[in-house]
Antibody, heavy 120, light 107 residues
Framework: QVHLVQSGAEVRKPGASVKVSCKAS????????IHWVRQAPGQGLEWMGI????????TYAQKFQGRVTMTRDTSTSTLYMELSSLRSDDTALYYC??????????????WGQGTMVTVS | SYVLAQPPSVSVAPGQTARISCGGN??????VHWYQQKAGQAPVLVVY???DRPSGIPERFSGSSSGNTATLTISRVEAGDEADYYC??????????FGGGTKLTVL
């Protein structure tokens, strides 16, 4: 079975950084891109960026440029999203989600369970 | 950046048809995906590339798109369809964009 399993909830103070992990299993790690999406309490979905596990290239949403870093460890099939200079409005549920790129982008078909990050 | 507009809420009686719109400039030329998010759960892909359904998604869910509006149609609505629904596209800069979401209430 295909799974994306994320790390547990985090609490940080303003100005600090947080690193969330997302471990993939049940499929070939390098054949699906991984996105990071967040959802503030009671709000909608917000796209943060994408990483290609095959090579590690990234594209970040303009809003998060300079504050977000997405990486991967192919030896453990794990993706990471680090967000720095945290503010109270970064309090949100952070999701990883996969998407196939070939033959065409096909939507985020598998999501992690989400990681709650609280900045206070 | 590209903006997607969804109605905040749609209400429908059981057994009827729900239509959720997603407005965007020339969205008819883009690949549109739709997600269902039930309370306390992660989103689920229900329609991809405008009108295709992932395996396991009932045929009651369908999509269409033309001009400046994409539409998710849910036929024979059931109580279990009550959820938030989000449209999503890939804009020209490579960024993904979500609509603001529509809360579907089953009366």
């Amino acid at each position: 079975q295909v799974h994306l399993v994320q790390s547990g909830a985090e609490v940080r103070k303003p100005g600090a950084s947080v690193k969330v992990s997302c471990k993939a299993s049940g499929y070939t790690f390098t054949t699906y891109y991984i996105h990071w999406v967040r959802q503030a309490p009671g709000q909608g979905l917000e796209w943060m960026g994408i990483i290609n596990p095959n090579g590690g290239t990234t594209t970040y949403a303009q809003k998060f440029q300079g504050r977000v870093t997405m990486t991967r460890d192919t030896s453990t099939s794990t993706l990471y999203m680090e967000l720095s200079s945290l503010r109270s409005d970064d309090t949100a549920l952070y999701y990883c989600a996969r998407e196939r790129a070939a033959p065409a982008w096909s939507g985020f078909d598998i999501w992690g369970q989400g990681t709650m990050v609280t900045v206070s | 950046s590209y903006v997607l507009a969804q109605p905040p809420s749609v209400s429908v009686a059981p057994g009827q048809t729900a239509r959720i719109s997603c407005g965007g400039n020339n969205i008819g030329s883009k690949s549109v995906h739709w997600y269902q998010q039930k309370a306390g759960q992660a989103p689920v892909l229900v329609v991809y590339d405008v009108r295709d359904r992932p395996s396991g998604i009932p045929e009651r869910f369908s999509g269409s798109s033309s001009g400046n509006t994409a539409t998710l149609t849910i036929s024979r609505v059931e109580a279990g369809d009550e959820a938030d629904y989000y449209c999503q596209v890939w804009d020209s800069s490579g960024e993904r964009v979500f609509g603001g979401g529509t809360k579907l209430t089953v009366l």
